[in-house]
C-alpha cells in the first residue's frame, strides 16, 4: 500500500488533483495507478487503439430522453435533453478478479478503441456539467465497456408544412459510423441489460406533450446498419380548432343570415356581408404571417380561402337579387306593353271602323298653313287621336328596332331573350325566390365541402 501511495501522490500534484491532461505520460500513470478496493489496474503493453476489438462488431446504443427543450419551425430544428450511452465488449482488457466494474477517468478513453459514432442529423451537441463534466466511462467484469454522457443535442428535421395544422413530422435521426463499413461495426439498440430510456425495436414508446405538439419517439432499424430513432411531432390541433376553423365557420353560418333579410333593406344586408367578409380577409393576413412557410397553399390557407369564397358568393347573389329588384320594378312591365306592340304591328294597322253617316255629320274644321289645309278632328274623335299616338309610339319603341326587317325575330335570339327574362324577373322577385334557393343550396355545398376538406386532409 505504501509503495503505491508515493505514485499516487505525484499523480495528484502533476494533475492538479482534479482533472487529468491531455498529456500522454500522465495518462499512462492514470492507467497504471487506479484503485478499486485496493487492486490496480493495467492496460496490456500489446494493445492498440486503432484497431476495433474484432470483426464486426457490435456497438449498443441506449438514449434516455429527459426531456423536450423546443421546437423551432423556422429552422426546422429540435432540442433535446439526453443520456446518451454506448457500449461495446472489449476482450483485450481484463478487470481485477473479484471485481464488478472499474469507473476509469473520463480521460481514459484516449488510451483504449471508442466507436466512431456518428449523428447524421446532429447540429450541435454540449455535454452538461455542473461540478464537472456529466460523462463517464466504466469497464464491467465482463469485459464491456460502458461511455454515459449527458448532453443537449439540437437535431435538423426536415419538416413539410403543407398540412398545417393538421401536418404530423417524422424526423429520422441515425447513429451509425463515419469510418468503419458495416463488415467491422454495427450498431444497434441495447437488447441486453437493458437501460432506462429507449430500448430494442418495439418494446417501448416515449411521449412528451408541448403547447404545440405531442413529441413521441420510436426506435427503429435503419438500411445502413445503423441504429435509428425516429421523432414525430404531432400538433395539437385543439387550438387552432378553437382559433381558426370555428370563428371561420361561425363567419360563413352568419353571411346565410344576410337571406333572411328583406333584400329592399340594403344597409342592414350590406353591413351584415361586409364585416363578415373584411373579418376572413383579417383572419387569413393573421394566419399567414404567424404560420410557418411551405412551398404550396397550407391546409389553413386552403380553408381560410374557401370560407372568403362563400361569404363573396353570398354577397354576389345579393347583388343579382338587386339588380333583378330593380328590372322588375322599372321595366318589367314597359317590356310587357312593347312585346305587345311588336306582336300588333307585325300583323300591321288595325283598320279604322267609321260611320259613314258620322263621318258627313261631323264637321272638319281647319286653318290653313303654308298654302295647305290641315283638318283639325273635333272632340267626338279623341279616342281615335290616341289610338293613332299609341301605335306610333309603339312603332318607335326600342324592341321594334331589334326585330330584323323580314318583321320576324330568329327562333334562338327569341329563346335567349326569353330565358334572359325569366332569370331576372325570378331573382328579382317580391317574394325573394332567390334568396329561399340561396338558404337551402349554401349549406348543404359548405357541408359538402366539409366532407371532401378533412377526408382529404386527414387521410
Excluded at 70 to 83: A, R
Excluded at 238 to 261: K, N
Excluded at 329 to 345: P, T, V
Aim: aromatic share 12%; hydrophobic share 45%.
Amino acid at each position: 500500500m505504501w509503495k503505491l501511495l508515493m505514485p499516487l501522490l505525484a499523480l495528484v500534484a502533476f494533475g492538479g488533483g482534479a482533472t487529468f491532461p491531455a498529456n500522454k505520460e500522465l495518462l499512462e500513470c492514470a492507467s497504471q495507478i487506479l484503485y478499486m478496493d485496493q487492486h490496480s489496474y493495467q492496460v496490456p503493453t500489446d494493445y492498440n487503439r486503432n484497431i476495433p476489438p474484432g470483426k464486426n462488431t457490435t456497438v449498443y446504443i441506449g438514449v434516455n430522453i429527459i426531456r423536450v427543450s423546443g421546437v423551432d419551425e423556422n429552422k426546422q430544428e429540435i432540442t433535446l435533453d439526453v443520456f446518451l450511452q454506448v457500449s461495446w465488449t472489449e476482450d483485450r482488457l481484463n478487470v481485477p478478479h473479484r471485481v464488478p466494474f472499474i469507473d476509469l477517468p473520463w480521460e481514459f478513453r484516449q488510451l483504449i478503441w471508442t466507436p466512431d459514432l456518428y449523428i447524421w442529423q446532429l447540429q450541435t451537441m454540449k455535454i452538461l456539467s455542473v461540478l464537472q463534466e456529466m460523462a463517464s466511462l466504466r469497464l464491467y467484469a465482463n469485459r464491456t465497456v460502458t461511455v454515459s454522457i449527458g448532453a443537449t443535442i439540437t437535431i435538423k428535421c426536415d419538416m413539410d408544412f403543407v398540412l398545417y395544422p393538421l401536418d404530423v413530422q417524422n424526423c429520422d435521426i441515425d447513429f451509425g459510423s463515419y469510418k468503419y463499413t458495416t463488415e467491422d461495426v454495427r450498431f444497434e439498440w441495447r437488447e441486453v441489460a437493458r437501460w432506462l430510456g429507449l430500448g430494442p425495436v418495439g418494446n417501448e414508446r416515449s411521449e412528451f406533450r408541448l403547447p404545440k405538439y405531442v413529441v413521441t419517439f420510436v426506435t427503429a432499424k435503419s438500411e445502413h446498419s445503423a441504429a435509428r430513432m425516429q421523432i414525430i411531432l404531432s400538433r395539437e390541433l385543439r387550438s387552432y380548432l378553437l382559433e381558426s376553423y370555428l370563428p371561420s365557420s361561425l363567419f360563413v353560418i352568419i353571411s346565410w343570415g344576410s337571406f333572411c333579410v328583406i333584400p329592399e333593406i340594403v344597409p342592414g344586408r350590406m353591413v351584415l356581408l361586409v364585416t363578415t367578409l373584411l373579418s376572413l380577409v383579417t383572419m387569413f393576413d393573421t394566419v399567414s404571417t404567424n404560420s410557418p412557410d411551405a412551398l404550396e397553399l397550407k391546409c389553413i390557407e386552403v380553408w381560410l380561402i374557401s370560407c372568403t369564397i362563400f361569404v363573396f358568393l353570398a354577397l354576389l347573389e345579393y347583388f343579382v337579387v338587386l339588380f333583378g329588384i330593380r328590372y322588375d320594378k322599372s321595366w318589367s312591365r314597359r317590356r310587357q306593353d312593347l312585346r305587345r306592340a311588336a306582336s300588333a304591328a307585325q300583323l300591321g294597322p288595325p283598320p279604322l271602323h267609321i260611320n259613314h253617316l258620322q263621318r258627313l255629320s261631323t264637321p272638319v274644321t281647319g286653318t290653313p298653313q303654308g298654302g295647305m289645309f290641315s283638318p283639325t278632328l273635333s272632340v267626338e274623335d279623341e279616342g281615335l287621336k290616341q289610338q293613332f299616338e299609341h301605335q306610333a309610339i309603339q312603332r318607335d319603341s326600342p324592341i321594334l328596332e331589334s326585330i330584323p326587317p323580314g318583321g320576324r325575330a330568329t327562333g334562338f335570339v327569341t329563346r335567349m331573350r326569353g330565358v334572359i327574362d325569366n332569370g331576372v324577373m325570378f331573382c328579382g322577385a317580391q317574394h325573394g325566390a332567390l334568396d329561399k334557393y340561396a338558404l337551402m343550396i349554401f349549406p348543404m355545398c359548405f357541408l359538402l365541402f366539409n366532407v371532401i376538406y378533412w377526408t382529404t386532409y386527414l387521410s
